[in-house]
């Protein structure tokens, strides 16, 4: 056990200079909150924080409390790679948590911090869907108190709907019963919501309230959690030098790296706004600097991005704007290929590099841009290929032009043709989701993100203009993928070799 524990450790410790640091700034809250819950001893508390030791016996329940543990100070560290290492993990031997009453509880809790990994991720279909699973099994009143009062916060965030006497009424509850941190949490939280609603009075308060009992406690993460949040409050009143200001004083006294890189980055964003553009790139570099050395990936893209448009915008180096915007996309595909969605911010961040590159697409950038775009093609024939690229251009469509006529009309596709292509798709397999519903959900099976930003760059383009164009550069990008041999090109893509010959003569007139 202290020899996989030693491990995990590492990998964790990643986002930091030396072993154990992590697990020391979020250990107060992690695991405390395992013996306020009542779900654990505050012995077997002591156990899980000395380094893991569980006892010398093993025991697989607490062994996935803690690899569950350590999935969410992965999360909260920004190291979402090996947070669904853990998670997956801990599904592979999800009976270790099923088993009598005290397991109920056990896989309630795992529900429970599953679903908010999920919603820190961006997904917010599967957190309420584990969260609904959390209340199905939870035997206790104190995990179900929890489970509803995440259930209010999720309320607040998607509908901007809650009223101030539930809050107070969980508030209460987790006071009464010495859960101090989900009464700190709460009161952070509400600060949040109270804010949002423009009530900064009273957010101030709850934030204050938060921050002391955060401070009590030595609920570290959640301390500087506050204190960054703070910072942005100022920026939301639209008081960005004074925002500035406020996050350069905390940066001299960050000790994790997660948040150093949170404040460098928000520093950065705030003196490129403000026209202070050595000050941006300074910071934007600082950043990008702490995100590659400890493995904070949750931060890279937005970073990246802002140095390419820097680059961009500010010096009118594309070569370097090109390179930045490259990592940012890198970085999304990195974490989508782990399971990490790409939200409306990721797809914000992909979204601006597609502009990047259709201000400046010649033919070096577009064989490039063309390549990172087809690499889920690799290993594919040619009729799935083809089948992904037109549910997926449907699907752009549908989502960005509209349903029905609208898609049908920006393609310019008959309407007999359309619905044949889609009925050929649904044989194949494949098919789609109902756009008629408000709460649609794009499964992950066919979705190519490669496939939907090919869409958008090309999204003026009729029916057959897009697969004329998609045919040539799909073909180009295989061409060079099989060392420029027809012969390959054709094995590998399932197609008959004089059906090669024919649809890439113009590859080989390029090349003379």
Known sequence: MTQRQHLLSNELNKTAESTEVVEKFHAAECYGLLGQI?????????????????????????????????ARIASLEGNYA??????????????????????????????YDYSD????????????????????VASSNKMKQMVAYKQLVFDSRTQKRSTLKKWLQSIAYFNKYNMTVMESQAHFELALFLADQGNLSDASDHLDQAHEMATLAGYQHLRWNIDYTKGCLLEEQSRDSEAIGYFTGLLKSVDNNYYKASILLKVSELNYKLNNID???????????????????????????????????EFKDINKAFFYYQQAFGSIMALAKRGVPIDSKRQGLLNDYVIFLE?????????????????????????????????????????????GNKTLEALDFPASSFYSAT????????????????????????YVEGLQQYSRLHRDKSW??????????????????????KKLLAKHLDLAYSGIVNRTKYLTSREG
């Open 464 to 485: 057959v203009d897009i697969n004329e164009q998609f045919e040539k550069d799909m073909l180009a990008y295989h061409y060079k993928l099989n060392n420029y041999n």
């Open 117 to 136: 990994f999920q919603y820190r991720i961006g997904d917010l279909n599967a957190s309420l869907m584990y969260l609904d699973k959390a209340r199905n």
């Open 359 to 403: 201000e400046h697409f010649p033919g070096e950038a577009a064989e490039s841009a063309n390549e990172d775009l087809f690499s889920f093609s690799k290993e594919l024939t040619w009729v799935k290929i083809k089948d992904l690229f037109h549910y997926n251009l449907f699907l752009y469509h549908y989502m960005n032009t509209g349903v």
């Open 82 to 111: 090996f947070a669904i290492e853990l998670y997956d993990q801990v599904w592979a031997k999800i009976n270790n948590l099923n088993k009598g009453t005290q397991q109920e509880n056990a896989l309630a809790y795992f529900y």
């Open 279 to 313: 000050e941006a790139m300074e910071a934007a570099k600082s950043c990008m600097e702490v995100c590659q050395r400890f493995s904070i990936g949750s931060e890279l893209a937005a970073v990246s991005v802002l140095l390419g448009e820097i680059y961009h915008r």
């Open 38 to 70: 009542g779900f654990i001893s505050e012995d077997k508390v002591a156990m899980l924080l000395d380094q893991g030791k569980v006892s010398d016996r093993r025991n697989r329940m607490l062994e996935a409390l803690n690899k569950i543990t350590y």
């Open 423 to 446: 009925e050929r798709l649904r044989s194949r397999g494949i098919t789609f989701p109902n756009f008629r519903r408000n709460d649609v959900e794009i499964p992950s099976d066919n």
